[in-house]
């Protein structure tokens, strides 16, 4: 199965890591990177968003690639294959994989997230996904938005698409250390997957259930300090997109790219 993988990343940092990874893998790739470097694995496009890389990314994928594949810079891949696989008998159009993040207040997040998504797909994670290609052209260009993966995921599903989520092929990365920062990159994700939904037409129980957060998210708080910053950041995502919050981008921070 044909696979090429497209890469954002804001600037050169971890992007010789990258390089040498799917290079190792052995599948075609281009870095879409908002500095210039001679490489020709590597194209220039000032930064706008993961959206619009994305975009621009995708016109170096040969015509006849069956899967796309979605993945960030600072990341390590294990176990790929694992994730192919599930696209094999072609009842499956996009998978994400599970994110490993070592340690910090995500760590136990995402045992969560997890656990809900395992079920419902209520979010995903563009660390790294695999998408059927045709299903892929068919929502494409990406809107701007700042929750990028999960307006993929809600488009797939819109569409009648099947998603699964993978926990054998997963990825390591690092993310946010102190309670404080995980309340801004929740704000931000948050805020950017309220923009998704407004996007796309889900299923019901997806939509559900975003309607409830605001109203649920305090039953967090069980987790002590972790949870205060969760629920703070969740609710000013919230309050972030009614205000009127359509930016595509968040100024980078907490190692996001």
């Not at 070592?102 to 136990?108: E, I, K, V």
């Not at 019901?204 to 649920?216: D, S, T």
Request: glycine content about 8%; overall charge positive.
């Amino acid at each position: 199965m044909s696979v090429f993988f497209v890469v954002p990343s804001r600037d050169l940092t971890g992007l010789q890591d990258k390089i040498a990874e799917l290079g190792g893998l052995g599948y075609p790739f281009v870095v879409v990177c908002g500095e210039k470097v001679d490489n020709p694995r590597v194209v220039y496009r000032a930064a706008r968003g993961k959206f619009d890389a994305i975009n621009f990314g995708l016109q170096f994928a040969p015509s006849d690639v069956e899967f796309i594949a979605l993945n960030d810079v600072d990341t390590c891949i294990h176990n790929f294959p694992s994730a192919l696989s599930l696209m094999k008998d072609g009842s499956i159009d996009l998978v994400f994989a599970r994110v490993d993040v070592g340690s910090g207040p995500q760590l136990s997040f995402y045992s969560f997230l997890d656990a809900l998504r395992k079920r419902v797909p209520i979010a995903a994670s563009g660390e790294l996904m695999l998408i059927r290609r045709e299903v892929f052209d068919d929502i494409l260009p990406l809107e701007p938005c700042k929750a990028e993966d999960s307006y993929i995921l809600f488009r797939v599903l819109e569409k009648g698409g099947k998603v699964a989520f993978s926990e054998k092929c997963y990825v390591t990365t690092k993310r946010t250390s102190l309670s404080q920062e995980e309340e801004a990159y929740k704000r931000r994700t948050v805020g950017g997957i309220y923009q998704a939904l407004s996007m796309s037409k889900p299923p019901a129980l997806v939509r559900l259930f975003y309607l409830l957060l605001p109203f649920v998210s305090p039953m967090l708080l069980v987790s002590g300090r972790n949870g205060y910053h969760w629920v703070k950041g969740i609710l000013l995502g919230f309050v972030d997109y009614l205000r009127g919050d359509r930016a595509a981008s968040w100024k980078p921070s907490y190692g996001q790219r």
